[in-house]
């Protein structure tokens, strides 16, 4: 699914868009965005777990990224209320890493206290914000509940989250995060293959593991994303076209050595 997922993100994202990449494991998301927003946008990138948040630096470092002012690396939760918190997290996974102590890991648990942020008290408080991704294993509709303010003061974000309702029996059930997204003013769409989005039902919840984007304009976004798709085989023959130019330079290269 994550492969539907990211070419879907990449395709809302404007040269000045500012981003939230909340979860931001190792930073696939955050250095995707920045190769569109780096020079006039911003960038917040979220990734609590100890261990990851030094990979998402390295990724960050590997993209030339760290001398751009904009681009904001935080060690922190986010969530619905300030103040300590403590995060359970394997040290040899990249993700997984949860609020929710469920008790099936072991001795190979790690626990560390960690300052959690509300997104609404972090940010500037005339700063709207046009993208977002939420991927923090079923605390998605504490991280929402937290950037309320943003949400309203933001007239074009969009809202990509992660919904697995497993996740969510631990923390808010699925039906009630649903009404909490409808009380915001936003539609959901899951997130198919081939650059699909299905507009669900109001307070329908989802059942199993999604990938979604939440959205006020969920018929333009859905023709957004018809279009990207229907330009792909133009991208894709243009990329062939330039491999093709790269490959033929190198074997000419090596024929003269």
Known sequence: MEADFLPVFRNFLQPESVVLDIGANFGLYTATSATFVKNHGRIYSFEA???????????????????????????????????????????????????TDIGQWG????????????????????LAVDVVKI??????????RGMQQTIRRSPTIRIFVEFV???????????????EIDLLGLRICRILPRFRLELIEPRRALRGANFCLLTRTPEADIAHARRA??????????????????????AHALHRM
């Open 229 to 250: 798709w229907s330009r792909l085989p133009a991208r894709l023959a243009r990329s062939m076209r330039r491999l093709a130019a790269t490959w033929d330079k190198f």
């Open 107 to 126: 001795a190979e648990k790690r626990s560390v206290e960690l300052d959690m942020i509300m997104i609404d008290e972090f940010l500037p408080k005339d």
């Open 49 to 99: 777990n100890p261990h990851t948040f030094g990979l998402l630096k390295r990724t960050l470092y590997a993209n030339r990224l760290t001398q751009y002012s904009n681009v904001i690396a935080v060690n922190a939760l986010v969530g619905d209320r300030a103040g300590p918190r403590v995060l359970h997290y394997l040290p040899q996974f990249l993700g997984g890493a949860t609020l």
């Open 165 to 179: 309702e497993e996740f969510l029996r631990h923390t808010v059930d699925a039906e009630q995060f649903v009404k």
């Open 135 to 144: 991927d923090v294993e079923g605390h998605e509709p504490f991280v929402i």
